[in-house]
């Protein structure tokens, strides 16, 4: 396969993940709005601190207003990571590979686009006309997932996808957990306390974790939703179980398995990341420091995608590296 058309399957699937994963970072708030007591003021700022999008932000607007950080996040051109710049730029990598892409794929990116850009900030002005919104953007972003695992064979193009959307998800998973890290800093004596419980709880709804928790755990603990996060071997959205998927197709690729060892960079890198989350407990992660834990996590998830670059995505002389290392680093690194 021509590292062009990986690039471009990589990073379309990146895209559509980081367009659900912002919609469910908006939910954070929206489920806690619901919960809070009234004497409780909402926050939005510890979503653009835990996205990295903050620093872009104040470069436009001088407050975290509700609604700037709901329109910077969403509809905001400007920035590279909101939803509808998200869209444009996984349509756009799916316009110029649609030989190696299902029919089916195109047009549901398509119109899932050309809707979403025909849509105005101005046509929903009340919380449940925003949470409606969010909820069609998670729902139409599964649909595009759902007809890719439908659509296409499992060949490469297959596991680059699956390599760069499991990549994606691992480190949203882990920014979602810091939107309740840096929320909690504007007031330390929350830790503990009612409150706290409800940003917990708001956690695992944004990442539609809550009801598969409460299967596996009885009581509401920050030990038992980090590890459940974190750690967990077989929800589909824990950083454990993105790693692996990532891992299994990484090698896939190379055609061979994690278990007969490395055979570049790339793959050393992201084995060593799931080596390790195979053997931490919960308390270690804690006794480091859950942000401080979730911060090296997120570095050494960019060093995996800056390998994956060096081995698969540089080899064309048509694609220079810092073109393509733009195309990732200032969009996403801390």
Known sequence: ????????????????????????????????????????????????????????????????????????????????????????????????????????MWETINTFYLSLRSTSPEDFRNMDHMQAFFTDIRKNCQLFHGVVDTSITRNEAWHFGRLGRHIERADKCSRFLDVKYFTLLQDSGTSGSTLDLMLWTAVLKSVSAYNMYRQTHSALTPMNIVAFLILDKLFPRSIAYCVRQAELSLYAIGGSIPERGYSNPAERALSKIRSELEFVEVDEIFKMGLHEYLDKFQIRNNEVDNAIFGVYFGLETGMSQSQSMGHSRSQWMN
């Not at 001088?62 to 730029?89: A, G, Q």
Request: charge should be negative; aromatic fraction near 14%.
């Open 1 to 104: 396969m021509l590292s062009r058309v990986a690039n471009s399957i990589y990073w379309m699937n990146r895209y559509m993940e980081r367009a659900e994963n912002y919609a469910r970072f908006v939910g954070v708030n929206f489920n806690l709005a619901l919960d809070l007591p009234p004497d409780v003021d909402e926050q939005w700022e510890p979503l653009l601190i835990a996205t990295a999008d903050h620093f872009l932000f104040y470069k436009y607007f001088e407050k975290p207003t509700k609604e700037d950080v709901i329109h910077f996040m969403t509809f905001d051109k400007r920035n590279p990571n909101s939803i509808i710049s998200c869209l444009y730029e996984a349509r756009e990598n799916a316009r110029t590979i649609r030989e190696a892409i299902s029919k089916e």
